[in-house]
């Protein structure tokens, strides 16, 4: 029997549940997390409590998997909510708690860009509303409002990106996230070629923001990953 395990780390807790191919549930774990708001308007969470969840709930579904003698495991899929933000050191050590949607700190910065900055145009070309969800104000509001987090940040990545990393080792974002993060990505189908390539017009050079780079950001979208993890799994591919 062919199992999929799907783990949707959502704002409160992380859900992990296991189905066979014919969409028969197998298991299921889930585990919650605090919601901060140390100021007016703030909403951000620990990374780590995060990451223990996926952790955890994944280890009790892939065990109940293993004691069901369902079968093997042969996809594991993540999910997480859009416009979060985090500051890594080089060593790819939070500097910043993970910054969720609910966020509101860069209003000012985000009214700054659609009034000063050509914000509709922005929009246009991202996608992405200007509002303080979006990772692009929350970047504005760490430089001009913590600028010696933003400059000691070597990357700025969201919150799968850092599960991702710490799972196998690279930083990859994909397109769904991407494409929320009010930065613009370019994607490029090269011949010969089965998945698109991606790199970054970083928008927050154009908003005033300044000093971000693109070797800052994850550029890979998709693709296969290093599995450091893959013993804690079983053999299969994954993600």
């Not at 991407?178 to 998945?195: D, P, Q, Y």
Request: aromatic share 8%; with cysteine.
């Amino acid at each position: 029997m062919t199992v999929y395990i799907g783990v949707d780390i959502g704002t409160t807790s992380t859900k992990t549940i296991a189905y066979d191919e014919g969409g028969r549930l197998l298991a299921e774990e889930s585990e919650g997390y605090e919601l901060r708001s140390p100021h007016p308007g703030w909403a951000e969470e620990d990374p780590e409590e995060i990451l223990e969840a996926v952790l955890g709930t994944l280890s009790g579904v892939v065990e109940a998997v293993k004691a069901g003698d369902h079968g093997e495991i042969s996809g594991v899929s993540l999910s997480t909510a859009m416009h979060t933000l985090m500051g890594l050191d080089a060593d790819g050590r939070p500097l910043t708690a993970s910054i969720t949607y609910a966020d509101n700190r860069a209003m000012e910065q985000a009214n700054r860009i659609r009034e000063e900055m050509d914000g509709p145009a922005i929009h246009r070309r991202t996608g992405t509303p200007i509002h303080p969800m979006s990772p692009l104000t929350k970047l504005l509001w760490f430089r001009e409002c913590d600028a010696d987090t933003f400059d000691r940040a070597a990357r700025w990545v969201s919150l799968k990106e850092y599960v991702f990393h710490r799972l196998f080792g690279e930083y990859v974002v994909d397109h769904s996230i991407a494409s929320a993060t009010g930065l613009e990505l370019v994607i490029a189908f090269k011949r010969r070629r089965t998945r698109p390539a991606a790199c970054w017009r970083v928008e927050l050079r154009s908003s005033g923001g300044g000093g971000i780079e693109p070797r800052k950001i994850s550029t890979g979208c998709g693709g296969c990953l290093g599995m450091s993890f893959m013993g804690y799994f079983g053999p299969g591919p994954f993600f």
